[in-house]
């Protein structure tokens, strides 16, 4: 499988490390960048290349890092046809495969460690999704990550409260 890799420089050594591990398990890695550790380099700039690779290449996979991954997670989300997640555990990587069949998967170098990575990674990996007929949650949310059921106000008002 095709997988797209990036990361700034709290991510770098991680990415590094999960090059191998992925390499060594048979898959095609491309690496996005950064290429070599840079402490002024930012986050969205490989977010964004990860998540652009991904949409073009439909069969493929991408995993993007940065210290918290939250930040790398809001940048992803933000390409058509990407479904980024943050998982810092397996369950939620399975889940998110499994229920809504997550594309780019973020991790945050400040909370995983390389043998926890491992292990998310692998599960998320070997998640299948499972497309169940009538499941409509998955479909809520539109192809772009700016157009949401959610964002209408007919949406906020069934929940009670208004979006501002």
């Known amino acids: 499988m095709n997988i797209y890799i990036g990361a700034d420089h709290r991510g770098y ?7 191998k591990f992925l390499e060594k398990n048979g898959h095609d890695i491309f690496d996005v960048g950064n290429l070599r ?3 002024k380099d930012d986050y969205p700039d490989f ?3 990860v998540a652009k690779k991904v949409a073009q290449d439909k069969n493929s996979k991408g995993i993007v890092m940065c ?3 939250a930040g790398v997670c809001i940048v992803a989300n ?3 046809g990407i479904r980024a ?3 810092h555990d ?3 990587a399975r889940s998110s495969r499994k229920d809504d069949d997550t594309n780019v998967l973020c991790i945050g ?3 995983v460690r390389f043998t926890q990575a491992k292990k998310i990674i692998s599960a998320w990996l070997n998640t299948p999704f499972e497309k169940i007929p009538n499941k409509s949650a998955t479909f809520l949310v539109c192809p772009s990550m700016s157009e949401s059921v959610f964002a209408t106000p007919s949406f906020a008002f069934g929940l009670g409260f208004a979006l501002t």
């Open 13 to 19: 050594s991680l990415k590094a490390s999960l090059k």
């Open 37 to 39: 550790f840079d402490p």
């Open 47 to 49: 977010a964004k290349k």
């Open 67 to 69: 210290a918290s991954g």
């Open 78 to 80: 933000r390409v058509r």
């Open 85 to 87: 997640v943050l998982a």
């Open 90 to 92: 397996i369950l939620l």
């Open 109 to 111: 170098s400040d909370f």
